[in-house]
Structures are given as structure tokens and as C-alpha cells.
């Protein structure tokens, strides 16, 4: 008798829109890319809403975190610890910006769109270091093109 719920719960689960819709995408942590120096690849990803990334550190001495001032209303912050491979699901429609606590200087930032909105200059905060601003600002305009 017990057994009914059980395949019940396992069809609804199978058959629900939002979970078997949902992806699983991988970014590398790096010493150096295509995109040059401390990168994460890729560097602009796109995803839809319940979809999750995995940050796998191909590299030494990375992490991957929000950055406070790009994240969606509503979102919540992620820190990982450096050198940790962690799985992160994206539920808040929005633009996060993301980046390796050591690296960030150096531009070492990525930038995850959730949804069909994609990001614009304006999504930047004000004050970001030289190497990091520049980095960002290639993102938004190659998505753009």
C-alpha cells in the first residue's frame, strides 16, 4: 500500500515543468582562458530560472561569490571556499555578477544572466576595480552583438 504514494510523488515529480525543464551548466575556474588571465569559462552565461551552475576548480587558488551590488532583488548571496568545486541553483530572474575573492582585481569575474533579460551597462556598479570594470564591459557588449 505503500508503494502507490511513492510512484505517485515520482510521476509528479517527472512529469512537473520546472523540474525536468531545469539544466545543469559548468564554469571553469582558471589561471588563464581565451578571455586571458585569472577567468572564469565562460565568462557570460545564460541561463533560465532553476537551472544550476557548477563551479569547478580546474585551478588552484580560485573561489567563486556574489558580488554585493550585482545581484537581483530577492537573490541570495553564495560564497564559496577556494578551491571548492560547489553547485549553485539560480531561482531569481536577474543579472548576478560573480567573482574569485583573490582574483578580483585582476578582473577575475563572470556574469550570469537568469532569464531573457540580458544584462546592460547599467548593471555594473559604480565602483569597480580598472581590470574588473574592463573585463565586465567586454561581457555585456559580446552578448549584446
Do not use: W
Not at 515543468?17 to 586571458?36: C, D, I
Amino acid at each position: 500500500m505503500r508503494t502507490l504514494p511513492r510512484i505517485s510523488l515520482c510521476l509528479l515529480l517527472l512529469t512537473s515543468p520546472s523540474l525536468a525543464a531545469a539544466e545543469l551548466h559548468e564554469v571553469r575556474m582558471l589561471n588563464k582562458s581565451a578571455s586571458g588571465p585569472m577567468s572564469y569559462e565562460p565568462g557570460y552565461l545564460k541561463i533560465a530560472a532553476g537551472d544550476s551552475v557548477r563551479f569547478v576548480a580546474t585551478d588552484k587558488s580560485h573561489n567563486v561569490e556574489t558580488i554585493a551590488k550585482m545581484l537581483p532583488e530577492g537573490a541570495t548571496p553564495f560564497k564559496g571556499d577556494l578551491n571548492e568545486e560547489i553547485e549553485v541553483t539560480f531561482d531569481v530572474e536577474g543579472i548576478y555578477g560573480l567573482k574569485c575573492a583573490p582574483h578580483y582585481a585582476m578582473g577575475m569575474v563572470m556574469i550570469v544572466q537568469v532569464g531573457d533579460a540580458p544584462a546592460t551597462l547599467e548593471d555594473l556598479p559604480a565602483k569597480l576595480p580598472s581590470r574588473t570594470r574592463k573585463r565586465l564591459i567586454g561581457y555585456v557588449q559580446a552578448q549584446a552583438e
